[in-house]
């Protein structure tokens, strides 16, 4: 045998002693790591990723079609309420909708699995999906995320379900973008500045492990906190659509394409016994009117309607869906339970028994 | 499953509870194969049937070549093997890159040859595991050891989870043996073969993929052209990252096997400490290497057949070794480039060994940093993903390019100039030295503190969680 291995170096060390005092400085520094960063806003929470999506996107083809899928913005992880749901239908739905970004390279995923069969219930808004047909690379996260699904083996599932309960016994802070500029936050001591939630989470929203993003916000924010959020939450959107109209004001003719498109996917789920609904989510304030303005429905939803063979529901056309939303795009919290129970009422005939 | 995984973790607690239960040598040989199949079968439990196949075929090539005395017999018999294994290996691996020149030479006749999509996945582990029942049928044929007597032995010597995907590429005479007698391991080997895993752990996720990968993915996945400054630090970041993650790796799997009671040989020797390249080859992925040397350079004749041989099996030697690391033009170029460095260094040697400067501790020291320089420009070949994108990487290298392109920020560049130079000051200090003898004089509080950071900063490094480089070949 060769005289090369760690065996022939093994030396003499009082193992013992040096194992048991790496173990307890260990867990001491992790007792006093977790206390520190669980009093400064950090939730033992995942992360909204590629990973997350990948793993519910499996349930999908283990549930066949007997899955619920919910697709579309974060207007559908914050206003669908999947805990309701499930006490409402006995049945559990499965959340792949993506913050800000169109749901049409999922639907066209999900067409593209000959086996799936299931109900898809996705959230649709005019401005989401004609702004992705017309900015470049605007399908690249959920391309991204599907690709991340398509490379991802069933072990994964073990390994990703083992990550997020260590969340729940470490507190994962983001200190910086990378660990050297984590680094450099430490020395400086810019990581341990106070940060709301959403900041010192990361870049990536925090999120509950079935993929609804926490719209609680009551739990972890100040008053103030929260009202900042929900302002800037409002200005963006209205920001991004100003910009939109600007730049591609919308044309009824190049919305029937997209139109089509989807309606090619919507035809090939329904012809495997599949079911597709698509729901307009509520809007408020300045928003909506701005919507109103740009995507006038008589050349944009009754269009659509029209064209499509799947079921569509407008909030405007049901008292009992139009609620008001803080931010303007978002239903309220505490909104949410009652929007789902409604919306499972109108829906209900269209769901298995 | 990788060793950076929290699903490892848990397997291999349930790994050495079980082989530390009061069971027979047999049953717990067993266990441990099933967990090795298990562990394979993780990644895609389909190409266990490959290794199966492996497996057996060898097996009774072996036994049946022993049997006889026959030369040309065996000859015939070895033959079937190397069919066998390298038919395996090259469909796999080779297939769609054969496909793809054979399209390409056709189409330079004229024809224009349209072959049907070709789905061909690379079972991983397969060049490793390939290599190990390769080198056993050879040794058998060469009578350097006589064929396992048993299977269950010599399927653990496949297949056994530390080395499986990614070596180090183990012998039949350093693994068997060790088969015959119980394994359970001391308290010594327990203790330092968690220190080798949390050492290795560290190399992995910390320095590899928290520090350099991130910095060397940016540079060469950059379409355009790059800076002369983010092509140096991109191009040193990778060969920093080479080296942690696979030595990453072969610590881990050295560790887990000496928890097991078993014993695997060195992979790496602080190859960037290495005084040329004939030195650097016996320090880097010693396993590969030493595979090469003896099962191809030596085969072809070695040193034995003049100058003008020894050269010629040296570039074959390392074309081939390009070739093995992936089935691309740009890993035989790498190939060709390291076999052109060592005969220029043979050459070298010849005119200027006797020079007594060379042998002062100062130019020792400067031929360090000479072949790590050279061996990191020479590395751009075997990282980029095209030859045209190596030498786009050459042309920023050398041109004093400039680009407004930010690709990492100012700490990750800093981060990176501060692991290479405690690369190169800890393989230089350790150059005649082993982690071994390092750890023995520390006193146990700072032993236990180091290993404490380190775990520490495991658990707490942010990131991806990647496979490792090695388990694409």
Known sequence: MSINTANDRLFKFRIGRVWVTTFLLVISFFIVWNVFWFTHYVVPLPQDDAKLWSY?????????????????????????????????????????????????????????????????????????????????????????????????????????????????????PTLGANLPEALKNVITGKAFEKKTIDKMQGGVQPTYFDRSLIFNLDDYLSQEEKNEIIEKNRIVPIKAMEEMIEKYPPQPTKFLEIVRKIEGYVEKIQARGGKI????????????????????????????????????????????LQFECSDGSHLDAKDTPQFTESLVEIIRKDLPK | ??????????????????????????????????????????????????????????????????????????????????????GMLGYFKYGNFLLANFVSLVKLLGIDYQPPESSILLPIGISFYTFVTLSYTIDIYRKEIEPAKSFLDYSLLITFFPHLVAGPILRAA???????????????????????????????????????????????????NVSWTQGWIGSFAFTAQLFLDFNGYSLCAIGSALCLGFVFPDNFRFP???????????????????????????????????????????????????????????????????????????????YFGAIDFLKTKLAQFGLMLLTFFVFSVSLVMFRAPGVGNALRMYGSMFSFADSDKILFSNPQGIAIIVVILWLLTSHWLLRNSSLEETFSKMPWWLHSLILSLLIIVIILTPGENRTFIYFQF
Request: charged share 20%; net charge positive.
């Open chain 1, 56 to 172: 519910h996107r499996r349930r999908v083809e283990r549930e066949g079609n007997n899955s619920i899928v919910l697709i579309g913005t974060s207007k559908m992880q914050r206003g669908f309420d999947q805990n309701k749901f499930t006490d409402l239908t006995g049945r559990k739905s499965i959340q792949l909708a993506i913050v800000g970004q169109s749901p049409i390279p999922i639907l066209q995923n999900l067409a593209e699995e000959e086996s799936f069969n299931g109900i898809v219930i996705c959230d649709f808004s005019e401005f989401i999906v004609y702004q992705s047909e017309m900015y470049p690379n605007s399908f690249n996260i959920p391309n991204e995320w599907i690709k991340v699904y398509q490379e991802s083996k069933t072990s994964d599932d073990f390994e990703f379900r083992l990550r997020t309960y260590s969340t729940y016994l470490i507190a994962n």
């Open chain 1, 277 to 320: 609904i698509i729901v307009n989510f509520p809007l408020s304030g300045e928003l909506e009117k701005l919507n109103d303005i740009a995507f006038p429905r008589k050349d944009f939803w009754d269009v659509f309607t029209k064209q499509s063979s799947a079921r569509t529901i407008h909030y405007k056309d049901y008292p009992q």
């Open chain 2, 1 to 86: 499953m990788v060793f950076n995984s929290l699903t490892f973790i848990l397997f291999f607690i349930i790994i050495l509870i079980l082989h530390n239960l009061p069971f027979s040598w047999r049953v717990k040989k067993f266990n441990l194969l099933i967990a090795s199949y298990i562990f394979y079968a993780a990644w895609s439990p389909p190409f266990v049937i490959l290794l199966w196949v492996a497996t057996v075929i060898d097996w009774f090539v072996a036994q049946w070549m022993a049997r006889t005395d026959d030369k040309k017999k065996r000859k015939k018999i070895l033959l079937i093997s190397l069919i066998a294994n390298l």
């Open chain 2, 174 to 224: 350093q693994f068997l043996p060790q088969c015959l007698e119980e394994r359970k391991a001391t308290l010594q080997q327990l203790g330092w073969g968690f220190s080798l895993i949390v050492l290795g752990l560290f190399d992995k996720v910390v320095l590899a993929d928290g520090i350099v990968a991130p910095v060397s993915d940016a540079v060469y996945w950059m379409k355009g």
């Open chain 2, 272 to 350: 960037y400490a290495a005084i040329g390249f004939s030195d650097f080859w016996t320090r880097m992925h010693i396993s590969l290497s030493s595979w090469l040397r003896d099962y191809l350079y030596i085969s072809l004749g070695g040193n034995r057949k003049g100058t003008f041989r020894t050269f010629c099996n040296l570039m074959i030697t390392m074309l081939l070794g390009g070739l093995w690391h992936g089935a691309t033009w740009h890993h035989v170029i790498f190939g060709g480039i390291s076999g052109g460095l060592l005969v220029i260094e043979i050459i070298l040697v010849r």
